[in-house]
């Protein structure tokens, strides 16, 4: 299948298990764009420049896996504060491929900088250079195929012809659904707020789709926004908001190579200079930034492959976050557990045998359980109000909310997952998906 | 589906996966009963009983769930060193059953004392007492179901009145299909070694076949022996023997609440005393031990839901056995390494994945990979050896290998695995299977 806008407006999916997203628009100092390197032999975009003509401050979260991929190694070998553009590939995720993956990374960066040089030169009053160790890399796709490099460096001319100062709704689809592997629908959100008395944007657009477990897996996530905010700034709250969200996320308990989330700031809002991460003026944008990350989690989780289902697991009441994390994580990559939401199966004993493994002591005189707003277990015992017909037919529905009350302190974590189905097998059992 | 001995001799495997087992036959000191309690409604085995008229040493390990079932706390009430019966049900696991599975136990074991203590007067010489602290028991099934104790307990008489002081191989048949739940195959296993110059017999049975990550899951495994060793030996040969036997598979990550591996000898050999579990007369005894514990293992992994693979990974070369532990783990539980499995795909990507989502220290420069005997990486580079098709080929094979060459250090560990197939989710999507 060729992706295309067309196709995507006909699906979009007005019964969505999050709700549609809200269209992004323009973002000062930001500019996209896609093209296609025919990397999947079917012409569909699989390259993504974002570009920042006037620089942007930046922060990054990646992979904790051993084994990084090489695009990962580059971005952190690059030390300035201020960079000018990420490049996304997707099909390829040039990991464990070695020097010659490494060397294709440069050989990208070089011409790319210097394709954007003459841009510089040819729209703006003050041209600048554009230095290789300000463009940071993204990839995915399959590990330990030869990378690509010259296929994409031939079509960087082109990406870059592409280009507008101006964005709206048709790019950024665009952009999002350029940096889909598996996916089957694009994930963007949006917030605004206000830092002091300027109006801020905050976008996002993120992929998935297996491989999804703390720590982010094949998850890519970038999170622009024109808020004038240092790169240190950026770093400590993309740092604060990423333990709630995209770390919040399990797909299947596997880890990539190649996770990255990154937040950039254009700096064109002209906010007054922010000092410290806990000033007063930074509350709206903070409690913003997470719902743009949580919203782009959740749209990963809910189209994890082969999910029929979003599950968040509610552990509540614990004494430490820590140990609601344990137990939130250890339902949610339990695959029994998603095997009977998959089958609609109310069956809370696989949420207890899910408890029990996760190594944190209970007091199962206290523990409670709700599916939704069905109480199951209350107390340490079947819940005399617990009537199976009526929580079956929860099960049904297309978001299940699992609550396990702990009831020995005051500590909550969410985690989000998805059902384990007959699709995510056929997914992967396929030869080299 | 009735289970009954023609039907499993008819369909008995010569090409299993690990090759077929050999008969069990006659143990001094061990007599075995099984009936239907007709737990399952189709009036197949679920009740075992393992009966030592003149007692036997024993000791246990159990899940490391926190939480466990009935049984499993009254067995490990018991402080007696000697006992005279284990009872096994199936379909239920007297698990979150709370006071009531609890005190289901209790009854049982007051009936089936009363019930032994009477057969003792009838045939032995020197009858005995049989104390209900002398008893112990297990149960597989599923959780939270009120325990059902008086159709247990009304089938008592019946089982014991089936009970023969000869052992033959179609007991240990019954008995290994008695235990069944989900499980396709009985899992037996046997050994003869020598303690001195004694005889002595090594007979195993077990049951999986789903939740079972280290530390056991839905396992049960028992093991008798008519060697004399006393039960503070046994409890130090089976604490030894278990890390690289049963723990060191894992089906699907999940941990039960129930598991349980026994090892009951019936002193009947005579062999000269043993004080200590370093006497050079039980090397032999050690090593024949293992092979009964791995054997069962094996045939548990090979057996779990929907499996058509018994896979196997060998981490070798590790600076540290708990290291390699994690790595061959990490690579085991790897949905994505499993689908692939199932798809006879040699995706190598996802083992380097799942290597490096180890959080085990790695020199890449230093890592080989193999599957079977095929090279695929060696020393951190795609070998030049490789060959797609002919690992592909290797890939159709029932047993897979994957060996991880670390190439830092002198420590080795294999866990045993299964392939993840469509047939798993149809397994456990099933309303309350």
Chains 1, 2 share one sequence.
Request: hydrophobic share 35%; proline share 2%; charged share 25%.
């Amino acid at each position: 299948m060729v992706f295309n806008i067309n196709n995507f407006f006909n699906s979009r999916d007005k019964n969505s298990k999050i709700g549609d997203f809200q269209d992004l628009d323009h973002l000062n100092g930001l500019s996209i764009g896609t093209t296609t390197a025919n990397l999947y032999g079917n012409k569909r975009d699989d390259l993504v420049l974002f570009y920042f003509r006037e620089g942007a401050n930046y922060a990054s979260v990646y992979t904790q896996s051993k084994i990084v991929s090489e695009n990962i190694k580059w971005n952190l070998s690059i030390k300035n504060k201020k960079i000018r553009a990420l490049l996304v590939n997707t099909r390829n995720a040039n990991a464990f491929t070695g020097k010659k993956g490494f060397d294709g990374i440069k050989s990208i960066a070089q011409n790319l900088s210097e394709i954007l040089t003459e841009k510089q030169k040819l729209d703006e009053e003050k041209p600048e250079k554009i230095k290789t160790n300000e463009l940071i890399f993204a990839s995915t796709g399959t590990i330990g195929e030869k990378f690509p490099s010259e296929k994409i460096i031939s079509c960087l001319p082109d990406l870059i012809r592409k280009i507008k100062y101006t964005q709206n709704k048709y790019i950024w689809i665009k952009a999002a659904m350029g940096i889909m592997t598996t996916d089957l629908k694009p994930k963007m959100s949006m917030e605004e707020c206000k830092i002091g008395n300027s109006s801020i944007k905050i976008y996002g657009i993120a992929k998935g789709s297996g491989m999804i477990y703390p720590n982010m897996a094949t998850t890519l996530g970038f999170v622009f926004t024109d808020a004038n905010l240092s790169s240190s700034l950026l770093s400590q709250l993309l740092k604060k908001n990423i333990s709630t969200t995209f770390n919040a996320i399990s797909c299947d308990g596997d880890t990539s190579t190649n996770d990255m989330v990154s937040i950039f700031a254009t700096c064109n809002a002209k906010n007054a200079e922010i000092k410290s991460i806990n000033d007063p003026k930074l509350k709206n944008f903070n409690k913003s930034l997470n719902s743009v990350l949580l919203n782009l989690a959740k749209r990963v989780a809910s189209d994890g492959e082969g999910a029929s289902k979003l599950v968040t697991i509610n552990t509540i009441n614990c004494n430490t976050e820590e140990n609601a994390k344990k137990i939130s994580f250890s339902v949610a990559n339990s695959p029994l557990v998603k095997t009977a939401i998959a089958g609609e199966d109310p069956n809370w004993g696989r949420i207890i045998m899910a408890i029990g493994k996760a190594n944190v002591k209970l007091n199962l005189k206290k523990l409670s359980i709700k599916f939704g707003k069905n109480l199951i277990i209350q107390k340490g015992e079947l819940s005399t109000s617990f009537n199976e017909d009526e929580v079956a037919e929860y099960m049904k529905e297309d978001n299940i909310d699992i609550n396990i009350d702990i009831g020995t302190g005051k500590k909550n974590f969410s985690a989000y997952t998805m059902d384990l189905t007959k699709k995510y097998i056929e997914i992967n059992t396929d030869y080299r998906s």
